[in-house]
């Protein structure tokens, strides 16, 4: 089969954990296609049906907290393989390492760079929480598994290291150009704004385009089943959720740019 020079041979277990992920991933992107967003940012209680009621018992938090505190188990997760699967495979070595240095440098933007505006329900944050932090405790151990089976016949190691550091370089910059946009003028302030610079004139999202590339590298590096059934649920979810954006900002903002695509410049 063509697709095992590409991948390790997977178990039941991997081939099972793959099948759910992918499907939960694609099914969320699906949701936002149709409308229904996860709360969080600017879609934070769009579209709820809860009454005025029921969203003032949910339990929130500042998003600034939230968002970092999403972020931490999975960093854990990542820092922790190092003392759980010591082993020194390089493979494994470079997937631990882009896994923790993506999730700490997540945390690091969640506390220092992002300018928030509002809150995230506890809920929502629980779901996305443990929604990275279960994905990459499994990527890892689906990654120890493969320890002592033959290499795949096509190495795509240094592609998969060539890509995470452009998606964590873009992904990086473009979330510092969001950063600033709040803090123009002589009176920072929380409101959207119509991002501009880097590749904002063509997509909406570049930071998911090149948060895409990161899992792409997780994939490459590690060349499971399961990492690449996770970056394609991935980038199925952020193709969604990008989607949502550029149709919440056409509802805002008359002068945006209706050339401007939503995550994949000119294509979509």
Same mark, same amino acid.
């Given at each position: 089969?063509?697709?095992?020079?590409?991948?390790?041979?997977?178990?039941?277990?991997?081939?099972?954990?793959?099948?759910?992920?992918?499907?939960?991933?694609?099914?969320?992107?699906?949701?936002?296609?149709?409308?229904?967003?996860?709360?969080?940012?600017?879609?934070?209680?769009?579209?709820?049906?809860?009454?005025?009621?029921?969203?003032?018992?949910?339990?929130?938090?500042?998003?600034?907290?939230?968002?970092?505190?999403?972020?931490?188990?999975?960093?854990?997760?990542?820092?922790?393989?190092?003392?759980?699967?010591?082993?020194?495979?390089?493979?494994?070595?470079?997937?631990?390492?882009?896994?923790?240095? $993506?999730?700490?440098?997540?945390?690091?933007?969640?506390?220092?760079? $992002?300018?928030?505006?509002?809150?995230?329900?506890?809920?929502?944050?629980?779901?996305?929480?443990?929604?990275?932090?279960?994905?990459?405790?499994?990527?890892?151990?689906?990654? $120890?598994?493969?320890?002592?089976?033959?290499?795949?016949?096509?190495?795509?190691?240094?592609?998969?290291?060539?890509?995470?550091?452009?998606?964590?370089?873009?992904?990086?910059? $473009?979330?510092?150009?969001?950063?600033?946009?709040?803090?123009?003028?002589?009176?920072?302030?929380?409101?959207?704004?119509?991002?501009?610079?880097?590749?904002?004139?063509?997509?909406?999202?570049?930071?998911?385009?090149?948060?895409?590339?990161?899992?792409?590298?997780?994939?490459?590096?590690?060349?499971?089943?399961?990492?690449?059934?996770?970056?394609?649920?991935?980038?199925?979810?952020?193709?969604?959720?990008?989607?949502?954006?550029?149709?919440?900002?056409?509802?805002?903002?008359?002068?945006?740019?209706?050339?401007?695509?939503?995550?994949?410049?000119?294509?979509?």
């Amino acid at each position: 089969m063509a697709l095992l020079n590409f991948l390790f041979p997977p178990t039941l277990f991997v081939t099972a954990t793959s099948l759910v992920s992918f499907t939960t991933m694609a099914s969320a992107g699906l949701s936002e296609f149709r409308g229904k967003n996860v709360q969080y940012s600017k879609f934070f209680n769009v579209g709820s049906k809860a009454s005025d009621a029921e969203k003032s018992n949910n339990s929130t938090l500042p998003s600034r907290v939230a968002m970092a505190t999403l972020y931490t188990p999975a960093f854990l997760a990542g820092v922790s393989s190092f003392a759980i699967f010591p082993e020194e495979n390089l493979r494994f070595l470079l997937l631990k390492s882009a896994i923790s240095i $993506h999730f700490f440098k997540r945390v690091l933007e969640s506390c220092f760079v $992002h300018n928030y505006s509002g809150e995230m329900g506890v809920e929502t944050m629980t779901i996305i929480l443990s929604s990275y932090f279960i994905s990459s405790a499994v990527m890892i151990f689906t990654q $120890h598994i493969t320890e002592g089976l033959p290499e795949p016949a096509i190495d795509l190691k240094t592609p998969g290291i060539l890509l995470f550091l452009i998606g964590i370089t873009g992904n990086f910059y $473009h979330h510092f150009l969001l950063s600033k946009l709040r803090n123009e003028g002589p009176t920072p302030n929380k409101e959207y704004k119509i991002p501009r610079g880097g590749l904002f004139g063509f997509v909406v999202c570049p930071h998911y385009l090149f948060e895409v590339l990161i899992f792409w590298g997780f994939a490459f590096i590690s060349q499971t089943l399961f990492s690449f059934a996770y970056a394609m649920g991935t980038s199925c979810y952020l193709l969604g959720r990008s989607y949502a954006t550029r149709r919440w900002y056409l509802s805002k903002f008359e002068e945006f740019p209706h050339n401007v695509k939503s995550m994949i410049p000119f294509l979509f």
